[in-house]
């Protein structure tokens, strides 16, 4: 038992196949977070790509010499998109486009990225800094640095969104080389994110909602400001619980692992030990999120990092709002959690 890291990671924009006709193509991403795996899956006649990087000029290199030389005898024919997150949705615009394609993923992740993308009144970076402040981050140099890191981000990522898109959804199978995958869909840390399974290759693409070391970023936003993402991010986890412990999980960050029933029961465990943190340090007087991120994260964090932790701690104290455990109050415009 326990979790078992399969491989080392390949060279950057170097395929490198870890199952028949399963090749993991990593790709840079300018943040502490430095990478993201994407997968290109080979099939008689084309490839199918699951997700794409962001549109930024090292990542559009790396598949412009792709295109040159692994797409020129057997094209890239369909692209799915796990989420709407811009580090897997970035480049499947000029993708689509150069390919003649359609872009697979669901919809309530099309429209978010479309919205997004247009910066959009209550998408936009006014709106998240509006937000971040009703919990604390104001009048200090990490709020203007975390409206500056986040401030009409999507957009430089993600410079041409698709234009269209061929909706998937939970249960759909999609036959790809010859194999059948089945469309999972996880909630929590994006709308409506789809994995995928094939449970005759034991693998499973697993996006964002199952990495093997960090833990996927939870987040309230301000387009739900009320909503409650742990709660259904903690009953996505469960159900993963379910899924044979023999797959080998192709992560969007880190490398690739088996042992999903161990990481499901880890992951279970670190929000519940948040949780419970939480509760302790509310017993000692109300905190907003600003002040809980002090309880929650123990190291220095950039403007980027400031608003996953923002969005961590917020959903964190929503949890107990919602079970009944804390009570929600504000003062001088800044929401304060108590002991209920
Ligand atoms: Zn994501």
Redesign the pocket.
């Known amino acids: 038992m326990g979790i078992e890291r399969l491989y080392e990671p390949p060279a950057i924009g170097q395929p490198f196949e870890v199952a028949p006709g399963v090749h993991w193509l990593r790709l840079p991403l300018p943040f502490a977070l430095d990478h993201i795996n994407v997968w290109l899956l080979e099939e008689a006649n084309q490839y199918t790509l699951v997700d794409t990087g962001v549109g930024l000029p090292d990542v559009q290199a790396i598949w412009a010499g792709l295109s040159e030389k692994l797409f020129k005898n057997k094209p890239l024919g369909r692209i799915i998109v796990t989420?709407a997150?811009p580090?897997?949705i970035g480049m499947a615009g000029p993708l689509a486009r150069q390919f003649g394609l359609q872009v697979h993923m669901s919809a309530a992740e099309y429209f978010i990225a479309r919205s997004l993308c247009a910066n959009l009144p209550g998408f936009d970076g006014q709106t998240l800094g509006n937000f971040l402040a009703e919990h604390g981050l104001a009048h200090e140099q990490k709020a203007e640095e975390t409206r500056e890191a986040r401030g009409g981000l999507f957009a430089r990522l993600v410079p041409e969104p698709p234009l269209s898109f061929h909706r998937i959804q939970e249960g759909d199978v999609l036959t790809i080389g010859g194999h059948d995958w089945r469309c999972l869909t996880g909630f929590g840390?994006?709308p409506e994110?789809i994995s995928l399974v094939s449970e005759s290759q034991q693998l499973m693409i697993s996006?964002?909602m199952l990495l093997p070391t960090i833990s996927?970023?939870v987040s309230v936003y301000g387009t739900e400001p009320e909503g409650n993402p742990l709660k259904a991010f903690l009953a996505s986890v469960q159900r993963m619980a379910e899924l044979p412990n023999t797959l080998t999980v192709l992560p969007?960050h880190g490398v690739p692992f088996k042992g999903v029933h161990d990481r499901c029961a880890q992951l279970l465990r670190h929000h519940d030990h948040r949780l419970s943190e939480l509760r302790d340090a509310l017993r000692n007087g109300p905190l907003s999120a600003r002040q809980a991120i002090a309880v929650l994260f123990k190291r220095e964090m950039d403007g980027h990092q400031m608003s996953f932790a923002m969005g961590e701690a917020i959903a964190h104290l929503h949890h107990l709002w919602h079970a009944g455990q804390a009570k929600r109050v504000q003062a001088d415009g800044v929401w304060k959690f108590e002991t209920a």
């Open positions: 989420h997150h580090d897997h840390h994006s994110h996006g964002d996927t970023n969007s």
